[in-house]
């Protein structure tokens, strides 16, 4: 089983800055890939970024040049730098990892959610 903590969402003007870090405990084996992904009101949850075991990352189109995902393996964390926020950033974040067990069954766990809100 693996425990997802995530931090540092909170209100944010136009413009501004935020660092989400998501922290994986518990009994790893391996982890192929952590990401971000985010959901609006009325809106469907989207891909923000993900960051594979080998450090290869991905973002959404709308946060391309803006968001920056890193991973620290020794400690099993995620973070996703936020710079040049806009209002339509405004949404509940979610930390996923897929876990990769001794016999090789991946599991996608899903962090609990943190606020973003961008406004003046």
């Known amino acids: 089983q693996v425990q997802l903590v995530e931090s540092g969402g909170g209100l944010v003007q136009p413009g501004g800055s935020l660092r989400l870090s998501c922290a994986a405990s518990?009994?790893?084996?391996?982890?192929?890939?952590m990401g971000w992904y985010r959901q609006a009101p009325g809106q469907q949850r989207e891909l923000v970024a993900v960051?594979?075991?080998?450090?290869?990352?991905n973002y959404g189109d709308s946060v391309k040049g803006r968001f920056t995902i890193s991973r620290t393996i020794a400690n099993n964390t995620a973070y996703l730098q936020m710079n040049g926020l806009k209002p339509e950033d405004t949404a509940v974040y979610y930390c996923?990892?897929?876990?990769?067990?001794?016999?090789?069954?991946?599991?996608?766990?899903w962090g609990q959610g943190t606020q973003v809100t961008v406004s003046s």
């Open positions: 960051v594979l075991s080998g450090g290869i990352t």
């Open positions: 518990g009994t790893i084996f391996r982890i192929p890939a």
């Open positions: 996923n990892v897929l876990h990769r067990d001794i016999t090789t069954r991946t599991i996608s766990y």
